[in-house]
């Protein structure tokens, strides 16, 4: 099941995208303070945050807002299964979860910024299967040899 994440959810959700071992302790930080100001305010302001549950655990979680100045533009922030369920149809039906929202708030374009490191390899093939196209890479974004890559999927036909 798929519902909207609550403020308990948190200590689940951190742990499990500490598990993953692609996040460094920056990624890790930011996910503290982007889930904390989730809570506080930015629920209210049009951000979204959902967990995917099975059994009572939380096993996958996504957030996702509008971009600001821009027409109906929205990022997917972060998108994280717990590694012992990856590659099992749980990041792909948050995925489509996620865009089906957007839709339903007009939204008409998702983007998504991720590493290019090679243990994000598959990550970026998740994306290209589910009808994202490679928009720009940024080189040496992060870090010295650390570039992010984009990918953009129109929502509107």
Not at 3 to 18: K, N
Not at 98 to 112: K, N, P, Q, W, Y
Request: with cysteine; proline share 4%.
């Amino acid at each position: 099941m798929i519902r909207p994440t609550t403020h308990e959810d948190t200590p689940a959700l951190r742990a499990m995208t500490e598990g993953t071992g692609l996040f460094s302790a920056i990624d890790l930080a930011a996910l503290d303070e982007v889930l904390n100001d989730y809570h506080d305010e930015a629920a209210g302001q049009g951000h979204r945050c959902v967990t995917y549950e099975k059994d009572g655990q939380a096993i996958g979680f996504a957030y996702y807002a509008p971009a600001p100045m821009t027409d109906r533009t929205w990022h997917l922030w972060w998108i994280v299964v717990s590694k012992q369920i990856q590659a099992r149809g749980v990041g792909g039906r948050l995925l489509k979860y996620v865009e089906d929202g957007v839709r339903a708030e007009r939204g008409r374009l998702l983007i998504v910024e991720t590493s290019g490191l090679p243990s994000y390899e598959l990550t970026r093939r998740f994306y290209l299967k589910h009808g994202y196209e490679h928009a720009a890479t940024l080189k040496d974004f992060y870090a010295d040899g650390h570039d992010m890559v984009i990918y953009r999927k129109p929502l509107t036909s």
